[in-house]
């Protein structure tokens, strides 16, 4: 199966750039499909970004949608959430999440997710 471990999360003031990564053990990782979500304090967990195995389709949240590119290198094993101009409300703990998906389509709901990694926080000051 697939093991998950996100790092790149920090401390950055509004307008900044980051850029959050996903590593992911295993072999299957080229067949899967990948997600980033973020969890604020007190709210629930949202859907950020999703990208087909291929990289070919991509999905956004309205949120981010034009700030945030989300990105994978199959050969590396990792998928990238690009976040530009960056937000106060952007501030929160970011999921990579995966999911066998040999059809090719991209997936915006924490529960069509099947691992999960362990989460990274990125905060934003304003």
């Known amino acids: 199966q697939v093991q998950l471990v996100e790092y790149g999360g920090g401390l950055v003031q509004t307008g900044d750039s980051l850029r959050v990564s996903c590593a992911a053990s295993g072999r299957t990782f080229s067949s899967y499909a990948m997600g980033w979500f973020r969890q604020a304090p007190g709210k629930e967990r949202e859907f950020v970004a999703a990208?087909?195995?291929?990289?070919?389709?991509?999905n956004y949240a309205d949120s981010v949608n034009g700030r945030f590119t989300i990105s994978r290198d199959n050969a590396k094993n990792t998928v990238y959430l690009q976040m530009n101009s960056l937000k106060p409300e952007d501030t929160a703990v970011y999921y990579c999440?995966?999911?066998?998906?040999?059809?090719?389509?991209?997936?915006?709901?924490?529960?069509?997710?099947?691992?999960w990694g362990q989460g990274t926080q990125v905060t934003v000051s304003s």
């Open positions: 990208i087909s195995w291929s990289g070919m389709y991509k």
């Open positions: 999440a995966g999911r066998a998906d040999p059809i090719g389509s991209t997936w915006s709901l924490p529960r069509e997710y099947d691992h």
